[in-house]
Nanobody, 123 residues
Framework: QVQLVESGGGLVQAGGSLRLSCAAS????????MGWFRQGPGKEREFVAG????????IYTDSVKGRFTISRDNAKNTVYLQMNSLKPEDTAVYYC????????????????WGQGTQVTVSS
């Protein structure tokens, strides 16, 4: 398994931008499907964005389409989440997750998780 450490969270005004990073340690990073999830106050953890390990295709939950972009740099063992046009409803703890040779976006399919980074969007 890989170990994941997120960074880049913080407080931003509505309409602003943040870029989250997730650094992975371990072997074969390129074999991992990567996902970003979030958990808002009083809410369940939800899928936000994902990047397939082989096809390099991306997928987003509807509420962030056109505003968030997931990408990865395999040379740096890092996955990113660029978040633009942030809204107060984006406020949550954001988690990075990894699934070796993963092909689905269910929380239960991701075996490695970071500790999370807080994103707060003020109105």
């Amino acid at each position: 398994q890989v170990q994941l450490v997120e960074s880049g969270g913080g407080l931003v005004q509505a309409g602003g931008s943040l870029r989250l990073s997730c650094a992975a340690s371990g072997r074969a990073f390129s074999s991992y499907t990567m996902g970003w999830f979030r958990q808002g106050p009083g809410k369940e953890r939800e899928f936000v964005a994902g990047l397939h390990w082989r096809r390099a295709t991306t997928i987003y939950t509807d509420s962030v389409k056109g505003r968030f972009t997931i990408s990865r740099d395999n040379a740096k063992n890092t996955v990113y989440l660029q978040m633009n046009s942030l809204k107060p409803e984006d406020t949550a703890v954001y988690y990075c997750a990894a699934a070796i040779y993963g092909s689905s976006w269910s929380i239960s399919d991701f075996s490695s998780w970071g500790q999370g980074t807080q994103v707060t969007v003020s109105s």
